[in-house]
């Protein structure tokens, strides 16, 4: 009795693991199904290169390759873009959006003056047409939005040549802190993001898909790039970065759905919410490591013999242009001393 027993323990052992192998099979592909419908990923060939569409939800893809990421959100009343990459990359950008969409682009959304993300500019916009009524003989491109001091940036002061043709140049300007658009279906919201990477930084929330689009805010390719120059301040940077963890929502309590607001950097991979506050925390260790040693009464050159990124130079560092481990330490020493004095 005592063997037919233990038998039937173990053939009941043995049938529970089968199952639980079958359900966690089961739920796997359940999970890579649901990952497969939700960012399915093509090339697009260009006469300028390969440019990578990846579709994050059923309305909201992603452009990488030409130059900043590019965000495309598409809708009855046409097509919002964030970004436009590159110069060189246009054309290329505009035979990707219409390779998406045959509707109209009717935006284009700049999240700083960076060449790599307002170059394509003039191409996008021209292939685009505006909601507005205008005059005949009047620009009927796609309208350009920025906050005021991007377009400070593109022109040029009196006597000087402006690096980016006029038709580059923003159409709508604002200069409050929140800007808003309600256009296919959703708000969208323009946050300006004060003295981050540079004065005219913006993110760009889609309240419907639930998509934040960062710009060079945050740059998982490398440390964030603090533009003393145009007015970037480390704190300003992580304020911004607050602003996107604060902003967006992670999957819980069910986090083994891959689920949540999606965050799109100006450089790199698709982040969430985890991933942002992963980076502001590495930025929010190596300004206070700085700060300390400033307060010592240290010298820059004394402070990056330190190496003050230890621990993130690896992931994140770079000994060339055009934005070295040491540009990233010297910035971050400016911002400091300057709010100092």
């Known amino acids: 009795m005592r063997r037919v027993n233990a038998a039937s323990r173990l053939i ?25 419908t939700g960012r399915q990923q093509n090339t697009v060939s260009s006469n300028t290169g390969n440019l990578e569409v990846l579709q994050l ?12 990421n590019i965000a495309v959100q ?22 990707a959006i219409k390779g998406i969409t045959a509707r109209p ?9 960076d060449p790599d993300h307002v170059g394509g500019n003039e ?14 003989d009047a620009f009927r491109g796609a309208s350009v939005l920025s906050f005021e001091t991007v377009l400070t940036r593109m022109g040029a002061p009196t006597g000087e040549r402006s690096p980016f043709p006029a038709a580059a140049w923003p159409t709508e300007l604002f200069h409050q802190p ?22 005219g930084d913006v993110v760009v929330f889609f309240r419907r898909s639930d998509v934040i689009v960062a710009g060079d805010v945050l740059d998982t390719t490398r440390f964030p790039k603090i533009d003393v120059a145009r007015g970037g301040t480390i704190q300003g940077e992580i304020a911004a970065l607050n602003r996107l963890v604060d902003t967006a929502i992670p999957s819980v309590p069910i986090v083994s ?19 942002v506050a ?36 690896r992931r994140y560092g770079s000994d060339t242009a055009p934005w070295s481990t040491n540009d990233f330490v010297e910035a971050v020493y400016q911002s400091l001393v300057r709010e100092k004095s």
């Not at 009941?12 to 497969?36: P, Q, S």
């Not at 939800?57 to 900043?68: E, K, L, T, W």
């Not at 682009?105 to 003056?113: G, K, N």
């Not at 759905?257 to 991933?275: K, S």
């Open 12 to 36: 009941r052992t043995c049938l529970a693991v089968a199952a639980c192998a079958v359900a966690v099979g089961a739920l796997v592909c359940v999970g890579e199904a649901r990952r497969g």
């Open 105 to 113: 682009i009717r935006y284009v959304i700049d999240t700083s003056a």
């Open 123 to 136: 191409a996008i916009a021209k292939a685009g047409q505006t909601l507005f009524m205008v005059a005949p």
């Open 74 to 95: 598409i809708g009855d009343d046409g097509v919002v873009v964030v970004d436009a990459g590159s110069a060189v990359k246009g054309e290329a950008v505009v035979a």
């Open 257 to 275: 759905r891959e689920e949540g607001t999606l965050v799109i950097p100006g450089h790199g991979r698709v982040c969430d919410q985890l991933d």
């Open 178 to 199: 929140r800007k808003y658009l309600y256009l296919n279906g959703e708000g969208i919201e323009v946050l300006h993001q004060p003295a981050a990477h540079t004065d």
């Open 57 to 68: 939800r059923p309305n909201f893809s992603m452009i990488a390759g030409a130059g900043a």
């Open 278 to 313: 992963e980076y502001r925390d590495m930025v929010t260790i190596i300004r206070d490591r700085i700060r300390d040693l400033i307060k010592a009464g240290l010298t820059l050159d004394q402070i990056k013999a330190t190496s003050p990124t230890r621990g993130y130079t």
